[in-house]
């Protein structure tokens, strides 16, 4: 028989959970950090059964990896220079087992061994329904990202290529595995890590910083596209009060993906992709095109409006449809 | 009628929610803190509808005030010097009322303009129980409060008196008013107020702080008594690894409290008290005795296993049936 946290009470999965936190941390309900003298970014991110994961595609460790890279892909947005670390709340009914808790521990544990930070701390609760809350730390270096960076001139560039999270959701929800018989192996395989081992953009920032030329500032927008890449770049033009001219022959699509409406709209709108947008002066973009093989020039920034627009006859996607997926 | 989470959208939710932090600091989806070159102190912690509070106890501003109270207590039991902010996750059914997000954000503003801090940025979902995850974030100062510092010969002393938060949600939950009609109009004020809007320990801390006799170290153990008196002293017990011997004739009550079992273990074992329970060099303890009215010596520590027992035959009040309380 499983066990069930209702069996155990909450004194004792505190205790188990211990081991997962560096020693001494977790006498007292707080944790201290030091963060070297520098500014801290701090972000906090939810996770709700059935709204941003379910079971059907979605295992108890890709929860708790899923999780820390959804919150570290924030912080990378943002510039963060090291990643201090992570405090969970977690809330499940009180039949959930003791191995899906541990399991989703598990899997924040890897994520944090990978791209940096512990866990600092929590807290845990009983609840209708699965949800894991992480507030993620880190410190600020020279490079701070904003939103409201971008400028007229800049070029727009993207760390990697866009849709296979959202493909990877359709494969494993597909039961007619027939219907994608056309699509490649290795993309099949691409778009099914994607979805469930999702990776922060913690390289390419690190490789941003390391090519910018060195007569310019440190002056850049960006954010991630774990809302869509058509949503994130239509946040930098809303922020930056400025407009988004897109190249319809060049989105960011994976070099095996399928021609299609269908397969564009997943590109451009499909979400939880965790990639870079960038908003870079020209010469920094050309820097970083070349230093990443994974990135790419998507448009260029002109001043107006905000509003995001194409280069030649392709409709604009509507952002509309993604602006209630959390409600 | 009511304006309801799902006719509004996530994009506008957030916009309208801007309105509760500082300027400039919801346009990336992590905020930047200044530390002041200091240790910080993070803490987080759940608030499920139903587990922590119910709609027929707490209207929505107090469940925002409370939300706020319980994470500072916690800051406070660890000594923290200025807190610097909190992030917000909430969770609610789309089906939820404007309203009732604008009044739990106003109560949590109220808390913070009382206490210190801002609302530093958040994430919000849909979800299908109401769910406040907060994280505070403060500096710590040459004081840093542990659960694991207490020593053989402390004296043990709370800020305040215990049961007030247990008997408030007693008399909101009373159908039968006539029942109460022996408790003095005053302490059910008290009590009601101290249910609906629990103070952290911010000025008990202060107080603290400023009366350590200058001959001594920092050195001192606390947490608070969100869990209920016993719990907490049974807490530092545990992490320092010695007994505390408790004063039966000396309960920290409220001064109208009346006598009987009941009573006494709603002081003991109530919860959400929010004071601070502390071990103290002997000296420090006296000059807190002197300096805060409100504080009680309730007992002292003495070596052996962790262990909590009374300087004469009252019965040990059995801390088990407090454990599960969140599961």
Known sequence: MPERLNQIGEREIINR?????????????????????????????????????????????????????TNLS???????????????????????????????????????????????????????QKVIAITAIGTV????????????????VTSGPHGLSRLGLELLLSKDTSRDSF??????????????????PIKALRILKNCKPKNISWRAAGTDSSDGLIDAIQNICDSSNCQAVLDANNLPKDHEWPNGSTWDNWCMNGGED????????????????????SSRLIGVIKSGQPKVSWNHSKDLINVNDIENKHF
């Open 17 to 69: 959970l211990k081991r997962f936190m560096p020693k001494g941390q977790i006498e007292d309900d707080t944790a201290e950090i030091n963060p070297f003298n520098k500014n801290i970014l701090i972000n906090s991110d939810v996770l709700v059964e059935n709204v941003h994961f379910s079971e059907e595609t979605t295992s108890a460790e890709d929860v708790g990896w899923r999780a820390v890279a």
């Open 74 to 128: 924030d912080l990378a947005a943002s510039g963060v220079e090291q990643i201090l670390g992570i405090t969970v709340g977690l809330i499940s009914p009180s039949s959930t087992t003791w191995d899906w808790v541990e399991d989703v521990y598990t899997g924040m544990e890897k994520a944090l061994d990978k791209f940096g930070g512990n866990i600092l701390g929590g807290d845990c609760s009983s609840g209708q």
């Open 141 to 156: 270096g020279p490079l701070r990202l904003h939103r409201s960076n971008a400028r007229e001139g800049d070029y727009l």
């Open 183 to 200: 699509i490649p192996d290795q993309l099949k395989q691409k778009a099914i890590q994607a979805h469930q081992r999702p990776e922060p």
């Open 274 to 293: 965790f990639e870079l947008v960038l908003s870079l002066p020209p010469s920094w973009a050309k820097a970083l095109l070349l230093a990443l093989p």
